[in-house]
């Protein structure tokens, strides 16, 4: 696990998303109330990077573009099978810091 530096606490504003990249990781920063959440910025509908730019109803983020709705906590696509990775955060010094996982381990050739 790894531990990323983002952005100071004080640029998010309250419900409203900021996108930040790192590596192969294309992340949505959200804070609702004194939480930080952080979740993959990918929607899967249409896999386009703007889940950053929807809004915040309860602790679920929903899509701009469809409405697809997904738990901030969670990743979970209520009623649905979907599911989009979330990451750890801490605030640390006034910056936000996200936990990435070590890349999953490709295997290749037969089985
Ligand atoms: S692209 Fe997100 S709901 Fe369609």
Redesign the pocket.
């Known amino acids: 696990m790894q531990k990323v530096k983002t952005f100071p606490v004080n640029q998010l504003i309250d419900k409203r998303g900021k996108r930040f990249v790192f590596e192969d990781h294309d992340i949505a920063i959200f804070r609702v109330d004194s939480e930080i959440f952080a979740i993959s910025n990918i929607?899967p509908?249409?896999l386009?990077a703007?889940l950053f730019d929807g809004f915040i109803e309860d602790e679920n983020i929903v899509?701009p573009?469809?409405?697809?709705e997904f738990s901030l906590r969670t990743g979970i696509c209520p009623g649905t099978e979907r599911k989009l990775q979330t990451y750890k955060t801490t605030v640390i010094e006034g910056f936000v810091f996200i936990e990435i996982p070590p890349p999953k381990e490709k295997k290749w050739g037969l089985f």
Do not use: P, R, V, Y
């Not at 573009?65 to 697809?68: F, N, Q, R």
């Open positions: 929607c509908h249409k386009s703007i899509c573009a469809h409405g697809w």
